[in-house]
């Protein structure tokens, strides 16, 4: 399933990245071979990145 929503939207292992909060994520990434993070993990490295940019614009 992973591998068939890449090829649709013309992504590849390189530019892809799967998200996900359960262990069926995690082996779903494995089985198709696409780099896996934990949600978790993803939502504090993007709030670190979007918070600075947010006071500037006040």
């Known amino acids: 399933m992973l591998q068939l929503a890449m090829v649709r939207h013309k992504h ?4 892809s990245l799967y998200v996900g909060d359960r262990p069926e994520d995690e082996q779903a990434a494995q089985r198709a ?3 896996f993070q934990w949600a978790w993990d993803w939502i504090e490295q993007h709030q670190q990145a979007i918070v ?3 006071t500037e614009v006040q």
């Open 33 to 35: 071979g696409v780099p």
């Open 12 to 15: 590849t292992l390189q530019n």
């Open 52 to 54: 600075p940019n947010l």
